[in-house]
């Protein structure tokens, strides 16, 4: 039973990444599905979130209108689009589940994390 991130990598300022999150040995469609990030020194941030029943979405102030978040449920995958990405979006990037999420902060999510999949954002 994991999940495993992928897509991250070293990017252009204004370039753009997608990332993977994908589940094995459980299905996702009934978890809420968080993407977090972590940059050295800060603590770990809700960057965006999608709920399991109607698909309702969360995007952190900083992310609007540049990240999408997605769920295909057929692959029990769950994406995170980055576009126009910037310097201070640089980290790592976990996706994580849980079954009672109500907020997109990462002290709510228990049930699975991902290992994590570092971005870098520098030219």
């Known amino acids: 039973v994991q999940l495993v991130e992928s897509g991250g990598g070293l990017v252009q300022p204004g370039g753009s990444l997608r990332l993977s999150c994908a589940a094995s040995?459980?299905?996702?469609?009934?978890?809420?599905i968080g993407w977090f990030r972590q940059a050295p020194g800060k603590e770990r941030e809700g960057v965006s979130c999608?709920?399991?029943?109607?698909?309702?979405?969360y995007y952190a102030d900083s992310v609007k209108g540049r990240f999408t978040i997605s769920r295909d449920n057929a692959k029990n995958t769950v994406y995170l689009q980055l576009n126009s990405l910037k310097p201070e979006d640089t980290g790592v990037y976990y996706c994580?589940?849980?079954?009672?999420?109500?907020?997109?902060?990462?002290?709510?999510?228990?049930?699975?994390w991902g290992q994590g999949t570092q971005v870098t954002v520098s030219s």
């Open positions: 999608i709920s399991e029943s109607d698909g309702g979405t």
């Open positions: 040995g459980f299905s996702l469609d009934y978890y809420h």
């Open positions: 994580a589940a849980d079954y009672i999420a109500t907020t997109c902060t990462s002290h709510e999510y228990e049930d699975y």
